[in-house]
């Protein structure tokens, strides 16, 4: 064989093997849009009874999935954004405040703690007790939060301390239970010190920012960083208890809520309300949403699907839901354990249908 057979033969040898490598790959699999169908959350844990369920109830329409996480399993939220901003576990009652003199998180003891300010005070029309936790009258938790937009001057980030679990009624809680926290920004990141009040040394945790979530989660009580939610781009809306407001300005006051439900609007999700005299969840079709204007409100659900005497879930209205691909659903809900729906509190059923593929 002379050398340009030689040579062509070669290339004829790749190009096949090639060719057969190419043929031999798997092929990408697409998992189609949900048309819609029913749902049971799973909002108890083992076995818990009545309206404060323990899970948060994490639903992603179109992949007919729901994802359950302990609403105790953390206590700080990093958002993973553009902003340097922390949220504190408002599905646990979580308070803080600002040790505003001190920057070493050693110099502050339990000397620094006073009872009253981080005992939120439930139901008290008080503006002090919102500047507890994270304002849940806001859109959504980043707008006005207990602890300050992180600074890129470490000397600005001040301590805090935090209660992991409030949202009692109670003056009185154990100062064992109250951490000690600063927060200061590593690169794009953060580095997270923390202790618990009566310590003298502290911890520190390096977190990262991770494009994919919301938020980057971490437990004081374990210790370590926790995963929570899912991929921002995974879900839709959450159903939860949370610290949540009642009222009508300027007497809004600050409560416990079961089965809220909040819009994942920083994952790009919105939502809106029809209400059935204007269309019946049975009629609604694309052609009405020339009619709809979605907002970014994570809150906009909320409590207003229910109330939690005499009929429960409120039949006069339902939801509509546009996930960040576009994909909008009509949203139902059917039964919550109230009243005569048949149901079981802390394990809601949903129906959602298909209205438009993005």
């Known amino acids: 064989m002379n050398k340009i057979n030689s040579m062509m033969a070669v290339a004829l040898l790749a190009f096949t093997f090639t060719a057969c490598k190419k043929d031999d790959k798997e092929p990408e699999i697409i998992v189609p849009v949900s048309d819609g169908s029913s749902m049971t959350l799973n909002g108890l844990i083992s076995n818990e009874t009545g309206s404060a369920a323990g899970n948060s109830v994490y639903i992603d329409f179109s992949a007919d999935k729901q994802t359950s996480a302990s609403r105790a399993s953390w206590t700080l939220g990093f958002n993973a954004g553009t902003d340097f901003k922390v949220v504190l576990n408002a599905h646990n009652g979580a308070s803080a405040k600002v040790i505003s003199n001190k920057t070493d998180l050693n110099a502050v003891t339990s000397a620094d703690l006073v009872q009253a300010d981080l005992v939120v005070g439930l139901g008290t029309a008080a503006e002090t007790e919102f500047a507890k936790v994270d304002d ?210 802390g394990k809601p059923v949903i129906e959602y249908k298909l209205v438009k593929k993005a």
């Open 136 to 345: 849940p009258r806001q859109n959504n938790a980043l707008v006005k939060t207990v602890i300050s937009t992180i600074s890129a001057t470490d000397s600005e980030n001040k301590v805090y301390l935090i209660n992991p679990a409030g949202g009692s009624h109670t003056a009185v809680f154990s100062p064992d239970n109250v951490y000690k926290v600063r927060i200061l920004r590593k690169g794009t990141g953060y580095t997270l010190q923390y202790a618990k009040l009566s310590a003298t040394t502290f911890s520190s945790l390096d977190i990262a920012k991770d494009a994919k979530f919301n938020y980057s989660f971490v437990s004081l009580v374990d210790n370590k960083a926790v995963s929570v939610e899912p991929e921002k781009a995974n879900w839709d809306i959450v159903w939860t208890w949370s610290l949540y407001y009642g009222g009508a300005a300027p007497s809004q006051y600050l409560y416990g809520f079961s089965d809220l439900v909040f819009t994942n609007t920083l994952g790009g999700a919105t939502s809106a309300e029809v209400l059935v005299a204007t269309k019946s969840y049975a009629d609604f079709s694309a052609s009405d949403l020339t009619n709809v204007t979605f907002s970014s409100k994570s809150n906009l659900i909320g409590e207003n699907w229910r109330v939690t005497t005499g009929t429960g879930i409120k039949t006069d209205r339902f939801y509509l839901v546009k996930d960040a691909t576009g994909n909008v659903y009509k949203l139902k809900f059917l039964s919550m354990g109230v009243g005569t729906d048949g149901g079981t509190r």
